[in-house]
């Protein structure tokens, strides 16, 4: 009787040992989850989600329309859309600041200034499921970065300006900050992309999102440099500025022009031929995945963050052959 007591006891003991196991792996020889949902998650019960961008671009409308489409898919949740109006960390972080006094559950945002944001960010994740999405804050505790993976669009926009400047030449980078971890890395992928070649590129030349700046930034650059022979924005807004600039100055055409997004400005540059292609993000995908994952997460499934702890959304080159096509797809996410 003793020795059949210890034998039964050990093997509940088995048992249970074997059923945390399957638990914490995520079940029997299936993926992982690579991020345990809190113990204060909010299964069933009403969910407000925030989304934050970083400046006040028409790229961000196509995100609130996305964010506007997982209201209508989600059960149960509010959103709050919010933009600093300046682009600056500090309104950035107000506006925050603002959405945990209004007791939010999740919020998505851009960080303007993440190597200087970590304390703050990491404050946020403490208080609600942080997610970051357009530009990624990899050192903090957010949940999972949703975005461009920045770097391979880098490379986009540098094998387009070879195909563009087949024999090199003089080149100039404009955008608003090289903070920004989107920033950093289009710029190293574009430089990747054109070593050894014979594409110089003479400087960088950040505006911090004052778009008469970006103008003006490109203004001196070509009256300094009346041989440069492209000219490359890295944020929405440049590709416009630049645009402009070289319309003013009558080198539309002759300089090239390559840049991201899809403000109309770009658009319509590149249905003129004046601007050689833009690399497009899905900030309508952006929007609505960040919505999604936050109220998942919050709801106890963690299956859609990876390991890597990254979910890129897949970027396009638009050249004059595609413009139409992609601008009718802008157009039907508008009237959503």
Same mark, same amino acid.
């Given at each position: ?15 249970? !040992?074997?059923?945390?196991? !399957? ?9 992982? *989850? ?7 998650? #909010? ?18 409308? +196509? =995100? ?6 997982? /209201? ?29 006094? /209004? ?24 208080? *609600? ?71 110089? %590129? !003479? ?10 700046? =970006? ?7 070509? %009256? /300094? ?19 402009? =600039? ?8 002759? %300089? ?8 109309? =400005? ?30 998942? +997460? !919050?709801? #106890? ?21 595609? %413009? ?8 039907? +996410?508008?009237?959503?």
């Amino acid at each position: 009787m003793k020795f059949q007591l210890s034998r039964r006891t050990l093997i509940a003991a088995g048992v249970a !040992l074997c059923s945390s196991f !399957l638990i914490s792996c995520g079940g029997g020889g299936g993926t992982p *989850a690579a991020t345990t949902v809190p113990p204060g998650s #909010k299964a069933g019960k009403h969910l407000k989600l925030a989304f934050v961008a970083n400046n006040t671009s028409d790229f961000w409308t +196509y =995100a609130k329309a996305g964010v506007m489409k997982a /209201k209508t898919e989600i059960d149960d949740i509010d959103v709050d859309f919010q933009m600093p109006g300046d682009g600056q960390a500090g309104t950035q972080k107000r506006i925050v600041e603002d959405l945990l006094v /209004k007791g939010e559950d999740g919020i998505a945002i851009s960080p303007i200034d993440p190597a200087n944001q970590t304390d703050f960010l990491n404050k946020v994740a403490s208080q *609600a499921v942080l997610v970051t999405q357009d530009s990624d804050a990899p050192q903090t505790n957010r949940t999972v970065y949703i975005g461009t993976d920045n770097r391979a669009a880098g490379v986009q926009a540098g094998e387009l300006l070879k195909k563009v400047l087949p024999d090199g030449g003089k080149v100039m980078i404009f955008v608003g900050s090289l903070d920004a971890q989107n920033a950093k890395d289009r710029r190293a992928g574009l430089m990747d992309a054109i070593k050894d070649t014979k594409i110089q %590129v !003479l400087d960088t030349r950040t505006d911090d999102t004052d778009r008469g700046r =970006a103008k003006s930034n490109v203004q001196d650059a070509l %009256v /300094k440099n009346p041989d440069i022979a492209g000219l490359v924005g890295l944020w929405s807004y440049n590709g416009p500025a630049i645009l402009s =600039a070289a319309r003013d100055a009558k080198v539309n055409g002759k %300089v090239k022009i390559v840049c991201f997004d899809e403000e109309e =400005a770009t658009l319509e540059g590149v249905k003129s031929g004046d601007i050689s292609g833009t690399i497009v993000q899905q900030p309508y995908e952006f929007g609505r995945k960040s919505m999604h994952v936050m109220a998942d +997460y !919050l709801r #106890k499934d963690a299956s859609e963050v990876p390991a890597s702890k990254q979910i890129f959304v897949p970027t396009r080159v638009i050249d004059k052959d595609g %413009v139409d096509a992609f601008m009718g797809q802008l157009k039907e +996410y508008k009237a959503q």
